[in-house]
């Protein structure tokens, strides 16, 4: 089994609302990562955590904040979002070995108004 | 310049014809190499995983790699309408970092 699930499907927020994207794996893989998908663009890496720890940030604005409250679960809290934030939300996980790939959940289409 | 460049396309054959995609890479430190296949508005999907240079077969689909000339094809044989789909390809060195190219958009026409 490779799924990576993440809900919602999808999220319309105001500027200044609060809202969080879960991801979930029961793979036991040890690294997740968050990536943001605008239309016909590739992943744009966001944050990965490895064995639970932050250990890549891109520099990513402070409105978006991970948390990884467990091995499995993967969180992104939204605050003070801007419309242009609006993309697909993508949740992967990778074993976190070096010779590992990652599998990606359906992601989460998010709409900022 | 890119670490990854991959032609955009969009590219259409017609059902049956025998596809390439290719990437092309500059970081010699790249070991692991990936093809996703992703619908209109969907997560990528995992289709091949390589790492040695040489060919790898799976079903209708064979990853090639040449590590020599940093340079990666995805071939689909027999295509069908439903592998009408963008495809990424990706790599990474030893680590978690994976670098995407810009994806390849494939529409076999029946």
């Known amino acids: 089994d490779t799924e990576v699930t993440q809900t919602p499907k999808h999220l319309v927020m105001g500027m200044t609302n609060k809202k969080s994207l879960k991801c979930e794996q029961h793979m036991g893989h040890r690294a997740m990562y968050w990536y943001k998908q605008k239309a016909k663009k590739p992943p744009e890496l966001m944050f990965v955590?490895?064995?639970?720890?932050?250990?890549i940030n891109e520099s990513v604005p402070s409105r978006f904040s991970p948390e990884c409250p467990n091995s499995s679960l993967l969180n992104l809290h939204l605050h003070a979002l801007q419309p242009e934030d609006s993309a697909l939300y993508l949740c992967?996980?990778?074993?976190?070995?070096?010779?590992?790939?990652?599998?990606f959940g359906p992601g989460t289409r998010l709409t900022v108004l | 310049q890119k670490e990854v460049e991959q032609d955009p396309g969009p590219l259409s054959v017609p059902e049956g014809a025998i596809v390439s995609l290719n990437c092309t890479y500059s970081n010699s430190a790249f070991q692991y190499f990936m093809w996703y296949r992703q619908y209109s508005r969907k997560g990528p999907e995992l289709l091949m995983y390589?790492?040695?240079?040489g060919n790898k077969e799976d079903g209708r689909f064979t990853a090639q790699v040449d590590k020599s000339s940093k340079y990666i094809s995805l071939f689909i044989r027999d295509s069908q309408p439903s592998d009408s789909a963008t495809y990424l390809c990706a790599m990474k060195p030893a680590g978690n970092q994976f670098y995407f190219g810009t994806g390849t958009s494939l529409t076999v026409i029946p």
């Open positions: 390589t790492y040695s240079s």
């Open positions: 992967a996980s990778s074993p976190a070995g070096f010779t590992d790939t990652q599998y």
């Open positions: 955590y490895s064995y639970e720890k932050l250990s």
